[in-house]
Protein backbone atom coordinates (compact mmCIF):
# COMPACT_ATOMS: atom_id res chain seq x y z
CA UNK A 1 0.00 0.00 0.00
CA UNK A 2 1.62 3.10 -1.00
CA UNK A 3 1.72 5.72 1.64
CA UNK A 4 1.18 9.15 0.98
CA UNK A 5 4.14 12.36 2.05
CA UNK A 6 3.28 15.87 2.49
CA UNK A 7 5.70 16.49 -0.86
CA UNK A 8 3.92 18.22 -4.23
CA UNK A 9 2.54 15.30 -6.41
CA UNK A 10 0.68 17.33 -9.33
CA UNK A 11 0.61 15.36 -11.98
CA UNK A 12 2.43 12.53 -10.66
CA UNK A 13 0.53 8.71 -11.27
CA UNK A 14 0.47 6.92 -8.09
CA UNK A 15 -0.32 3.17 -8.20
CA UNK A 16 -1.66 2.30 -4.48
CA UNK A 17 -1.67 -1.42 -5.39
CA UNK A 18 0.66 -3.63 -7.89
CA UNK A 19 0.75 -6.78 -8.92
CA UNK A 20 4.33 -8.33 -9.67
CA UNK A 21 5.29 -8.08 -12.79
CA UNK A 22 4.94 -11.24 -14.66
CA UNK A 23 6.01 -11.89 -18.18
CA UNK A 24 3.45 -12.87 -21.02
CA UNK A 25 0.98 -12.33 -18.77
CA UNK A 26 -1.82 -14.40 -20.30
CA UNK A 27 -4.76 -14.28 -17.62
CA UNK A 28 -7.18 -12.22 -15.94
CA UNK A 29 -5.75 -9.80 -13.41
CA UNK A 30 -7.72 -10.73 -10.41
CA UNK A 31 -7.42 -7.87 -8.48
CA UNK A 32 -8.17 -3.89 -10.23
CA UNK A 33 -5.13 -1.83 -10.35
CA UNK A 34 -5.54 1.09 -8.09
CA UNK A 35 -4.42 4.81 -9.48
CA UNK A 36 -4.35 7.89 -7.72
CA UNK A 37 -2.91 11.36 -9.21
CA UNK A 38 -3.29 14.99 -8.84
CA UNK A 39 -4.82 17.42 -11.84
CA UNK A 40 -5.22 21.37 -11.13
CA UNK A 41 -4.98 20.65 -7.59
CA UNK A 42 -7.34 18.33 -7.15
CA UNK A 43 -7.15 14.15 -6.54
CA UNK A 44 -8.48 11.39 -8.26
CA UNK A 45 -8.46 8.17 -7.08
CA UNK A 46 -9.84 4.61 -8.74
CA UNK A 47 -10.23 3.25 -5.31
CA UNK A 48 -12.82 5.98 -3.97
CA UNK A 49 -14.60 6.71 -7.50
CA UNK A 50 -17.50 5.20 -8.57
CA UNK A 51 -16.47 2.88 -11.99
CA UNK A 52 -18.71 3.18 -14.87
CA UNK A 53 -17.11 0.55 -16.90
CA UNK A 54 -13.62 -1.14 -17.82
CA UNK A 55 -12.44 -2.08 -20.97
CA UNK A 56 -9.39 -4.60 -21.34
CA UNK A 57 -8.62 -5.81 -25.08
CA UNK A 58 -7.57 -9.17 -24.31
CA UNK A 59 -3.81 -9.54 -24.94
CA UNK A 60 -1.00 -9.95 -22.58
CA UNK A 61 0.20 -6.94 -20.75
CA UNK A 62 3.49 -7.42 -22.63
CA UNK A 63 1.98 -7.14 -25.91
CA UNK A 64 2.56 -3.78 -28.18
CA UNK A 65 -0.98 -3.37 -28.36
CA UNK A 66 -1.98 -4.07 -24.77
CA UNK A 67 -4.10 -1.58 -23.21
CA UNK A 68 -6.76 -1.74 -20.32
CA UNK A 69 -8.85 1.33 -19.12
CA UNK A 70 -11.83 1.96 -16.93
CA UNK A 71 -14.17 5.38 -17.29
CA UNK A 72 -14.55 6.57 -13.44
CA UNK A 73 -16.94 9.40 -12.12
CA UNK A 74 -15.91 11.01 -8.82
CA UNK A 75 -17.19 14.44 -7.29
CA UNK A 76 -19.04 15.03 -10.73
CA UNK A 77 -15.87 14.67 -13.02
CA UNK A 78 -15.68 11.94 -15.51
CA UNK A 79 -12.35 10.45 -15.88
CA UNK A 80 -10.69 7.89 -17.78
CA UNK A 81 -7.51 5.88 -15.62
CA UNK A 82 -5.38 3.41 -18.08
CA UNK A 83 -2.53 1.58 -19.14
CA UNK A 84 -1.09 0.24 -22.69
CA UNK A 85 1.91 -0.76 -24.12
CA UNK A 86 4.30 0.79 -26.37
CA UNK A 87 1.50 1.57 -28.99
CA UNK A 88 -1.63 2.23 -27.34
CA UNK A 89 -2.50 5.59 -25.74
CA UNK A 90 -0.95 5.73 -23.20
CA UNK A 91 2.58 4.77 -24.20
CA UNK A 92 5.37 7.28 -22.78
CA UNK A 93 8.43 8.63 -24.64
CA UNK A 94 11.23 6.80 -23.72
CA UNK A 95 14.30 8.85 -22.84
CA UNK A 96 16.29 7.20 -25.56
CA UNK A 97 14.12 6.97 -28.46
CA UNK A 98 11.03 4.97 -29.09
CA UNK A 99 8.26 4.49 -27.17
CA UNK A 100 7.67 2.38 -23.79
CA UNK A 101 4.24 1.36 -22.30
CA UNK A 102 2.91 3.45 -19.63
CA UNK A 103 -0.72 4.70 -17.68
CA UNK A 104 -2.53 8.10 -16.91
CA UNK A 105 -5.32 9.55 -16.09
CA UNK A 106 -7.46 11.60 -18.28
CA UNK A 107 -10.40 14.22 -17.43
CA UNK A 108 -13.23 13.69 -20.10
CA UNK A 109 -16.59 15.26 -20.89
CA UNK A 110 -19.36 13.66 -20.68
CA UNK A 111 -19.47 13.44 -24.80
CA UNK A 112 -16.35 11.72 -24.65
CA UNK A 113 -17.25 9.41 -22.00
CA UNK A 114 -20.48 8.71 -24.22
CA UNK A 115 -18.05 8.15 -27.37
CA UNK A 116 -15.73 5.91 -25.08
CA UNK A 117 -18.51 3.72 -24.03
CA UNK A 118 -19.94 3.45 -27.35
CA UNK A 119 -16.52 2.31 -28.55
CA UNK A 120 -15.49 -0.60 -26.12
CA UNK A 121 -18.65 -1.54 -24.41
CA UNK A 122 -20.42 -3.36 -26.95
CA UNK A 123 -23.61 -4.52 -26.09
CA UNK A 124 -23.44 -3.14 -22.52
CA UNK A 125 -23.10 0.20 -23.60
CA UNK A 126 -26.87 1.24 -22.97
CA UNK A 127 -26.32 -0.21 -19.01
CA UNK A 128 -22.79 1.73 -19.18
CA UNK A 129 -24.49 5.36 -20.49
CA UNK A 130 -27.07 4.62 -17.50
CA UNK A 131 -24.47 4.68 -14.67
CA UNK A 132 -23.04 7.55 -16.37
CA UNK A 133 -26.03 9.54 -16.74
CA UNK A 134 -26.47 8.84 -12.24
CA UNK A 135 -29.00 5.74 -12.98
CA UNK A 136 -28.63 2.76 -10.98
CA UNK A 137 -28.49 -0.78 -12.70
CA UNK A 138 -30.74 -3.45 -11.02
Do not use: H
Amino acid sequence: MFDWCDGDFEGALLRTESEPPCFGDEGQREEEEKMKTKIDGKVYDTAKAEKIATYDNGLPRMDLDYIREGLYKQDGVLFLAGESGARGRYAKNESLGGKVGGEDVYILSPEEAKEWIELTQGDNASNAILLLDGFAII
